[in-house]
């Protein structure tokens, strides 16, 4: 049964029971909010603790029995993004719990109107009641559940008013030039500003003097033996440090990336950019994909925090960053690697990447500059991995046919075991039917009903948690030997059709259906030993 065992019984027995006891099967959401937040930074003490302090008085004095709480640590604007959230659906639409007990409705979805109408279902049809310190919504009742979603179309547009003040809030912040942003730049650290709202930035010396050496080196250049200087790229200057032994913010080495957008980021002359990196969602094969592209209409205003590099040498930099005909174009520019994002390095482990040349065929670098691994033509890449897609779809077909044992798991024990949990479970609800009657028929004391019934539906709750687990293993298992019978018949369509294939992008794309990723290793370089490299693929087979 995927329901409440109380709905099986009648009404009048139900009210009987609720009426007596005054408690069945509740659980507590917490979920702090962004005013939660704002409350916290002026003193107002922990939110999910308060709340839970709340709730908890509010259900013993309700007489209402809680036997779990759920805390939302993340504060998601989406279901997707809240995982307490997403198991709390989960036991609603089993039917594990007659009510849920929050501070208000809102803290339920402040979503967008799928997430609201996807909670809003689930309570309905699962019949459990949402209760809150100032109304109960009993799902059954037609004008309970219109003030619900009124409740939740209200707390959506409250949200979207408290979204534009924070982002006018944020806005104002940078045009008095004051840094918004939680990740710090190399070269500062953020402090909190005195007498005044917000932070500001505050050089670090020996980061500070890094800065200062990149943008030296980029510009004027690097001082020789000789006495001489000279300039030096991003890829040198990356190695040069990772030499020196210097980390990165992060503690990472440094690569040719990073120090570009360290050599354009105007916060290194006091200067706050706006809009550098903004939000974009795109629906994706039924799922909201949220990227943040670079963006050419950022707005540059004067910061408060001390700048680092002076104006003449920021502007020299940009001077050159121009002139350099090989500098990536990053954004929505179309795919020109078919191996793009599947080739890691047998190295040190970063993704390989494609380098574009004009008199030759395009390579496969490793980026990294202090990596032993060589490049080499990405067509012939490309060849060996076709031949390995040949040769493995072959070695697994014989497989098959020969009987032995892929990766599919046997499912007979499984379906035994939930046939023997169904019936437990109807044995357990008929149990619970006779408790029923016994307190009926006067056999049964409140409190002797109370403790029966407590451990039936605690019984009741375990089964239905385990009949939900075997299914899912069960369907997963069909799944795979789905997969694994259909895998053969997708890598021989990919190495029938790829050469004739002209689109990098449709290569990459079908390549991504059947490889998970690719390991490449070279150890020798220059010509004459251009195909003397090794991959080992990770073909996409069902996990077990």
Known sequence: MNICFHRCFDITTDMIIRKVLKTVSYCIYLRKSRADAEAELRGEGETLARHEKALTAFAEHSGLKVTAIYKEIISGETIAARPQMQRLLSEVSEGLWDGVIVMDVDRLARGN???????????????????????????????????????????RREYKTIN????????????????????????????????????????????????????????????QEDGTRRRIGVSLIARELNERKISTRDGGVWTAPTIRDMLINPVYIGKIRWNWRPQKKKMINGSIVTERPRSSDCQIFDGIHEAIIDEETFNTAQAFMSKNSNRPIRGDKKTQNPLASLVVCGSCGRKMQRRPNPKNPDMLICAEPNCSNHASYIYLVEQRVLECLRKWSDEFEITINS?????????????????????????VNSQLDKAFEAFETGIYDAET?????????????????????LQKS?????????????????????????????????????????????????????????????ITLFPKLPKI
């Open 113 to 155: 109107s799928i997430d609201q109408g996807i909670i809003s279902q689930t309570f309905l049809y699962a019949g459990t009641k949402i209760i809150t310190p100032a109304k109960t919504y009993d799902p059954a009742n037609e004008f309970d559940e219109e003030y619900f979603e009124f409740g939740l179309f209200m707390s």
């Open 164 to 223: 534009r003040r924070l982002q006018r809030g944020r806005i104002a912040s940078v045009k008095e030039g004051k840094y918004i942003s939680n990740k710090t730049p190399f070269g500062y650290e953020r402090v909190k500003l005195l007498n005044d709202k917000g932070y500001t930035l505050s050089p670090v010396p020996e980061q500070a003097q890094v800065v200062k050496s990149i943008f030296e080196w980029y510009t004027d250049g690097k001082l």
């Open 403 to 427: 009987n032995d044992k892929i990766a599919v798991t046997n499912t007979d024990e499984q379906r035994a075991e939930l046939s023997a949990v169904v019936k437990s479970e109807e044995k």
């Open 449 to 469: 009903f109370r403790h029966r019934s407590d451990i039936l539906r605690q019984q009741l709750r375990e089964l239905s948690a385990k009949k939900t687990e």
């Open 474 to 534: 069960i369907d997963k298992a069909e799944e795979n030997e789905r997969v694994v019978k259909a895998f053969i018949p997708k890598v021989r369509k990919v190495t029938a059709i790829y050469n004739d294939l002209s689109d990098p992008q449709v290569r990459n794309d079908m390549l991504k259906e059947v490889i998970h990723h690719i390991e490449y290793v070279k150890e020798t370089r220059g010509h004459g030993h251009e195909e003397e490299f090794s």
